[in-house]
């Protein structure tokens, strides 16, 4: 079977760093996405990986360990609009994509 | 970037009717588009992968004939729910793939209520 695991809700301040993690099991695998989705709209694309590393963009952070397959995605600087669900998703090939459960980021004042 | 839409955005029908969702690729051409159905709360879970000029493939447990999938052109997809029930109610989502299929690009949705 094809599985994806993150944690299902964190909680953090504004301006606080937060890390959501991403463990993956399927049969292939391209590379690593995250997607943010605010309640009652569509995904959003944010980061990918394909090759180990650090990809940074803006505030957000990716990062991939291939052979753990493992993943994060770092949020820095926590702003009250960043609160939504994260998605991590793998492309298991032929443009396929199987999204994790999501981790629903609720951040605090 | 590449825009997808969807239509309507919002639809409620009677049990045992059917309801046809559209997917259209704006400004660039999809061969292959995706499905997806979101239950509140909930991930996103594939239903099946629409293929232009070719039938769609669909993923396990979802009902071919239930659910069919057109992609008649390289803008165009749809999703017709037959015989809808009221546990069809859910968000379905349409993507198209970027060209490196790096990054799926999403529609904004479509809210289906079966009553």
């Known amino acids: 079977g094809q599985s994806l695991e993150q944690p299902s809700e964190v909680t953090a301040v504004e301006g606080a760093i937060v890390q959501i993690n991403c463990t993956y099991q399927?049969?292939?695998?391209?590379?690593l996405s995250w997607y943010q989705q605010h309640d009652g709209g569509a995904p959003t694309f944010l980061s990918y990986n394909a090759l180990d590393g650090l990809e940074e963009t803006g505030r957000f952070s990716s990062f991939l360990s291939r052979s753990d397959s493992y993943g994060y995605l770092l949020l820095q600087e926590l702003q009250m609009k960043d609160s939504a669900s994260y998605f991590c998703?793998?492309?298991?090939?032929?443009?396929?994509?199987?999204f994790g459960a999501g981790t629903r980021l609720f951040v605090k004042a | 970037g590449a825009v997808v839409s969807q239509h309507p955005s919002w639809v409620i029908c009677k049990s045992g009717t059917s309801v046809k969702i559209e997917c259209r690729s704006l400004?660039?051409?999809?061969?292959?588009m995706f499905w997806y159905r979101q239950f509140p709360k909930q991930s996103l879970m594939l239903m099946a992968t629409?293929?232009?000029?070719?039938?769609?493939?669909?993923e396990q447990g979802v009902e071919k004939d239930k659910f069919l999938i057109n992609h008649a052109s390289l803008t165009l997809s749809t999703l017709t729910v037959t015989s809808a029930h009221p546990e069809d109610s859910s968000f379905y989502i349409c993507?198209?793939?970027?060209?490196?299929?790096?990054?799926?690009?999403f529609g904004p949705g479509t809210r289906l209520t079966v009553t």
């Open positions: 998703a793998v492309n298991t090939g032929g443009f396929k994509t199987i």
């Open positions: 993507s198209a793939p970027g060209l490196d299929s790096s990054e799926q690009y």
């Open positions: 399927t049969s292939g695998f391209y590379g």
């Open positions: 400004d660039f051409q999809a061969t292959t």
């Open positions: 629409s293929n232009e000029g070719s039938k769609a493939t669909y």
